[in-house]
């Protein structure tokens, strides 16, 4: 039973960055933008929250940082689709790029350091309740690991159905990533709405990257993010775009990585098991797919 | 007899017409990577870097010598291959992201030929990995193919996602059975040495793979410019409800394309494998599809254009190394400046064809 | 519903109209010298054949284009429209075709959308008011006289609805001048009539409403006054009262030129004409699912032009279409010679013998990004007189280029300029080049005139004329009956999906056609003139 209630907790804390940018890039997708680069805005987040967190002292400052650094690449991002046209996946593919080689560069040259970045004084993120939680049968553990962002997250997956249906932007947005003509004609500016969904996922996916680095580990690496930008797109994806059912699939792949050594113990190769979400992915558009092609014929 | 008259107007209006197609894509050439230099420097500066002596050291670096020159062939090698199996899908209009799994699969499959054939085959050994690396990099993208043509999935997820799959297979294989016994982690034993592509000019790690890759790009030349197929497959990318009026078949050249662009990334990989590295290990490929990616974008798609893309890439790679060595300036430039090639090269694209459009009524 | 826009004004004259607008894109003139007036509370009909440049008044109506000269009158005063956006808060709403709903959305977002009714919970925190806006949408409901389920999601909805909350969204941002193109295309019968119901009431609420229609039943049935326009002029504007049918027909056909060298042609006979093109109980669906193609069977004879006629959109493309293989049929035969062609792929067609020129030159029937040559010589890449080895063997297809553009005329630069630097009439004679190079016996021919200049015309009816004589055979559809009087020996015409009747060229008269195009679809008799 412990032994359940320890992978629960630590599936809870692995599902936490990759919920928080599924999430941004679900808002971005529902609003007609496929966001690659969530994992160029989550990297950068990490990375942020670290300096801040040393320099400052303090947790809430670099998540603040990270939101906003997100944010920031967010809307540069946004302009060069909305605006200039870029074709959204390659631009994608290239800020990853940029932003892994910026970051790669700032390390070298400012800390003088490969890969790995270790400041002094680095405050983690604080646990929500105190140490004595952990004693409560079944749910302890996973109540001892709470941190304020993995509470975000989850509030926020509950919010965003409501958000999403009865605020103004959030009609505005799914509107724009449905029918942006008609958004134009009623006349809207669909652009900037679209921008606005755009910045909401860089926020996310750094609020996503503050997560990796000052949960646990206290240090940034140019491979924390492991490619968790795509799988929170995978999680979407497979999703259709809705919350919820993001955040239950976030929520599995998040128990996968969790159970990881153990799957590995019970002979399941790990490697083999993190390919799951990008083929789940394939088989969930085949599925679709081959359903709208009956769907035509009948 | 408007015959005659055409004939004697064509050459003037071909030749201006040809210039200023040349210039343009010189231009979309120039252009992205100008922008991207300058945000490298940009970044010299501000670490207090002399950006006009880093770029003469780099390009000194990349081109002075022999064995400098060598060592930039070497490192444009893969590119030339990924490029051309990219370029072949986006003339289409077939957006395949997918080269660099194919890239990996192609060289595992060709390192474990080259590790498990047996060595009294002799030369054989080497045209068998290969054909093996050509055959399961271009089933891999046969998938994709498939599931766009018949069921109309996109393929850019479904290929980005298979990157990923093909990262894990590949991870699985060599952390499994094909693990070397005697050499560590994540890698398999090393090739026969019969199964080795020939160095040119050694001690540099030029190989005959580059040879491979230059006939590579001239039989994408070929294909493009004078078969029926090539031809086809350029009028898909144009318009799609056109190719079909004049009797194309959307689907089967659709599958066509994604099976030479496996059948090239695979030979891509088998030379990697064969010819540098002589084995496969995690990390085999170093972004080389979405680099390949990039040059075809700069190229846009031109043989000419891939050749000397993927010398550029290849020189900032070689560069990159040596003077990260000699005067502290962080390989990750590179990176940078490939980002930025990659955005400003679509954003480019972007805006022209809008403007074209734009103009006529 | 904001206090900015403007509320009916009975007193003025003119609710909108236009005085003297003239409008050309390039060659073509759309608009010439076009002026009418729409009074507050009056239903006013725009009647015209396609082309006639009843869309361009309307999208200089709504801020969508301005005129090159003329101006457009807003409650007796001229104004300067900039921008949909200012029509909107002038109080112009415009019905599209294509409804501008967003498809995932409910009708009741749909409704609100732009215009959201806000309820503050906290402060500045605010969120839509659904409960208000459900309340406006059953008022707005209840004024249209239907029950809609504001709830379901948009593409869920039957069409008549979703049209009913297009025009009531509007209502609701206080537009009272509503403009609505040929409402009653994608409706049936007994929605049409509580359309027309909604509308009336509608006008006696005090708006104004243009309404642009081919269906003169219609018009006669709804409208209080009525303008026609043909070739970019308003030819007639009157009550309705004061014009019948019979008169407004007149005015939209105009008369049929007396051309003596057409008019031979009606007396070439085909004696023992041979029936090459069968096809018999032709079924299909359209892309709308809406209409569908509908037991058609025609014949077609070698040397002779076929016409088929139709108000637009009543399935003439779709025939044609199926007749190019490019649509899948549902059921019924198209045989060439003989050999069955049903189901089979378009490339089967082309080499049975049949070419097609599209109705849309710049997407289908050009690559227009691609070159002179490559336009012209699509589809003959696999022919082995241009194949050398594997290669094309290009200096042969330049030459063939060149001798395809040369036997048709088309003036060029260089073989390897764009298509689109050609001009309208040159594109059109190239796609003939393209399609008649491997001497098809079989033309289906869409729309060959449209947008190309009176040479270009000419040019291209001697071609189809050409192919005839020298043993072909031509499917002509065309929106331009004078060009299908001067040109066919039979007009078969459609209505509804359905073949309604069939003319001899020498019966063929505006009149005898448009009676049946215009005919609606109550007399599914065939009807031989």
Redesign the interface.
């Known amino acids: 039973m412990t032994l359940a209630a320890q992978i629960l907790a630590t599936t809870i804390i692995l599902t936490t960055p990759i919920l928080l940018a599924a999430i941004g890039g679900l808002v971005n997708r529902q609003g007609g933008i496929v966001n690659i680069a969530l994992e160029a805005k989550m990297i950068a987040g990490a990375f942020i929250a670290i300096v801040v967190s040393s320099a400052t002292g303090s947790w809430l400052l670099a998540v603040f940082a990270s939101a906003a650094l997100g944010g920031a690449i967010g809307y540069v991002f946004s302009l060069t689709i909305t605006r200039a046209n870029a074709n959204m996946i390659i631009a994608g593919l290239g800020l990853n790029i940029l932003v892994a080689g910026l970051l790669g560069f700032l390390l070298s040259r400012v800390y003088g350091t490969s890969g790995t970045l270790r400041l002094p004084d680095v405050h983690l993120l604080p646990k929500i309740f105190p140490e004595s939680v952990s004693d409560v049968p079944l749910i302890g553990p996973v109540l001892a690991a709470l941190d304020p962002l993995t509470l975000f997250a989850w509030l926020a997956v509950a919010a965003l159905p409501f958000l999403l249906a009865?605020?103004?932007l959030g009609?505005?947005l799914?509107?724009a990533g449905?029918?942006p003509?008609?958004?134009r004609?009623?006349?809207?500016r669909e652009k900037s709405i679209q921008d606005f969904g755009t910045v909401f996922a860089g926020i996310f996916s750094g609020l996503a990257g503050a997560h990796l680095s000052l949960a646990s580990i206290g240090l940034f690496n140019e491979g924390l993010s492991a490619g968790r930008g795509f799988i929170a797109l995978a999680a979407f994806y497979f999703a259709r775009n809705r919350p919820v059912g993001t955040a239950l699939v976030c929520l599995f792949f998040g128990f996968l990585d969790a159970s990881q050594i153990r799957l590995q113990t019970a002979g399941l190769p790990p490697k083999l098991i993190g390919t799951l979400p990008y083929l789940m992915v394939i088989l969930g558009l085949c599925l679709a797919a081959w359903n709208t092609k009956r769907k035509l014929q009948a | 007899?408007?015959?005659h008259v055409?004939?004697d107007?064509?050459p003037a209006?071909?030749l201006a017409?040809?210039v200023r197609r040349g210039l343009d894509g010189t231009l979309r050439f120039v252009v992205p990577i100008g922008i991207a230099f300058a945000v490298g420097a940009v970044l010299l500066l501000a670490i207090g870097e002399n950006p006009l002596e880093t770029y003469s050291l780099m390009l000194s670096e990349a081109f002075s010598s022999q064995r400098r020159f060598a060592a930039t062939l070497s490192a444009a090698t893969p590119l030339l291959f990924t490029a051309v199996a990219t370029a072949i899908c986006f003339r289409t209009g077939v957006f395949n992201v997918g080269v660099d799994g194919a890239f990996i699969l192609g060289g595992l499959a060709a390192a474990t030929f080259g590790v498990m054939l047996p060595m009294s085959i002799g030369w054989w050994i080497i045209p068998l990995s290969i054909g093996a690396a050509m055959l399961v990099a271009a089933f891999w993208l046969w998938i994709p193919g498939v599931l766009l043509a018949r069921l109309d999935v996109d393929e850019v997820v479904s290929t980005l996602m298979l990157n990923f799959v093909a990262l894990g297979i590949a991870g699985f294989l060599v952390n499994g059975v094909l693990l070397s016994e005697t050499s560590g982690n994540n890698t398999t034993e090393t090739i026969h040495s019969t199964a080795e592509l020939s160095r040119l000019v050694p001690p540099s790690t030029l190989h005959s793979g580059f040879l491979l890759g230059l006939a590579c790009v001239f039989a994408y030349a070929?294909w493009s410019s004078?078969?029926?197929a090539g031809?086809?497959a350029?009028?898909v990318g144009?318009?799609k409800?056109?190719?079909?009026?004049?009797?194309?078949?959307i689907p089967s050249t659709i599958i066509v394309v994604m099976v030479i662009s496996g059948l090239v990334a695979g030979l891509g990989g088998a030379s990697h494998a064969l010819g540098q590295v002589h084995k496969f290990s995690d990390g085999f490929s170093a972004g080389y599809g979405f680099t390949g990616m990039a040059v075809a974008l700069l190229a846009r798609n031109s043989a000419l254009g891939i050749v000397f893309g993927a010398i550029l890439f290849g020189a900032l790679a070689s560069a990159g190394t040596t003077i990260q060595l000699f005067s502290d300036i962080p390989l990750d430039i590179v990176n940078v400046i490939e980002g930025t090639v990659m955005i400003f090269a679509v954003v480019e694209l972007g805006k022209l064809t809008l403007w074209r459009k734009g103009k006529?009524? | 519903m904001s206090p900015e826009h403007p509320r009916t004004d009975r007193s003025v004259s003119t609710r909108i109209g236009a005085r003297d607008i003239s409008k050309n894109?390039?060659l073509v003139q759309a608009n010439h010298g076009v002026s009418f007036n729409v009074t507050p509370g009056q239903i006013h009909a725009v009647v015209g054949e396609n082309g006639a440049g009843k869309s361009t008044l309307m999208r200089i109506l709504q801020g969508l284009e301005r005129p090159d000269s003329g101006t457009v009158i807003l409650n007796d005063e001229p104004v300067q429209l900039r921008d949909?956006?200012q029509a909107?808060r002038l109080g112009i709403g415009m019905v599209h075709q294509e409804f501008?709903?967003?498809?995932?959305?409910t009708l009741l977002?749909?409704l609100?959308?732009?215009?959201?009714p806000?309820r503050t919970i906290a402060g500045p925190i605010?969120?839509?008011d659904?409960k208000k806006a459900l309340t406006e949408a059953r008022a707005l409901e209840k004024r249209a006289g239907v029950a809609i389920d504001w709830n379901r999601p948009t593409a869920t909805a039957p069409v008549h609805i979703q049209q009913y909350v297009e025009i009531l969204r509007l209502l609701r941002r206080g537009n009272d001048v509503l403009i609505l193109d040929e409402p009653t295309a994608v409706l049936a019968p007994q929605q049409v009539s509580k359309l027309i119901a909604l509308l009336k009431q509608l006008r006696d609420q005090g708006a104004s409403i243009i309404f642009i229609s081919h269906k003169l039943h219609e018009v006669v049935a709804l409208a209080d006054h009525v303008t026609i326009m043909r070739r970019g002029k308003a030819v007639a504007s009157a009550s309705v009262d004061e014009l019948d049918i019979a008169a407004m027909t007149r005015h939209i056909m105009g008369d049929a030129p007396a051309d003596p060298s057409e008019q031979a042609r009606a007396a070439v006979v085909l004696p023992d004409a041979r029936r090459i093109l069968r096809v018999e109980g032709l079924c299909a669906v359209t892309v709308d699912r809406s209409q569908a193609l509908n037991n058609i069977s025609m014949d077609v004879c070698l040397g002779e032009i076929v016409g088929i006629a139709g108000v637009a959109g009543n399935g003439q493309e779709e025939l044609m279409e199926c007749l190019?293989g490019?649509r899948s049929m549902s059921s019924g035969s198209i045989s060439l010679n003989g050999a069955e062609l049903a189901g089979k792929?378009?490339?089967d067609f082309?080499?049975a013998g049949i070419g097609?020129v599209?109705p849309?030159r710049a997407?289908?029937?050009?690559?227009?990004?691609?070159s002179i040559a490559?336009n012209v010589m699509?589809?003959s890449?696999?022919a082995p007189a241009f194949?050398k080895g594997?290669?094309?063997n290009?200096p042969a297809v330049g030459r063939a280029a060149?001798?395809r553009?040369?036997n048709l005329?088309v003036?060029?630069?260089?073989?390897?300029?764009p298509v689109?630097s050609l001009s309208g009439g040159n594109q059109q004679k190239l796609v003939f080049a393209?399609e008649t190079a491997s001497k098809p016996q079989v033309l289906i021919v869409s729309q060959p005139t449209r947008g190309v200049d009176l040479n270009g015309i000419a040019a291209i009816h001697a071609i189809l004329r050409q192919h005839c004589e020298g043993g072909g055979c031509v499917v002509l559809a065309s929106e331009e009956l004078d060009e299908l009087i001067a040109l066919c020996d039979r007009i078969l015409v459609l209505s509804e999906g359905r073949m309604v009747g069939a003319v001899r060229n020498e019966d063929a008269t505006p009149e005898t056609i448009g009676k049946l195009m215009l005919a609606s679809g109550d007399g599914l008799e065939m009807a031989h003139v």
């Open positions: 009865n605020t103004r009609l505005r799914r509107a449905n029918a003509q008609v958004v004609s009623v006349g809207l | 007899m408007s015959d055409n004939t107007a064509m209006d071909g017409a040809m070929l004078v078969t029926p031809f086809e350029r009028l144009l318009n409800r056109f190719a079909r009026a004049v009797g194309i078949s006529r009524p | 894109y390039g949909p956006q909107i501008m709903l967003a498809p995932e959305l977002e749909n609100v959308l732009g215009d959201e806000m605010a969120i839509v659904w190019a490019l792929e378009n490339m082309r080499r097609y599209s849309d997407h289908e029937g050009l690559a227009r990004l691609a490559d699509a589809g890449q696999h194949l594997p290669f094309r290009l060149r001798q553009l040369a005329d003036r060029y630069g260089a073989l390897s300029d689109s393209r």
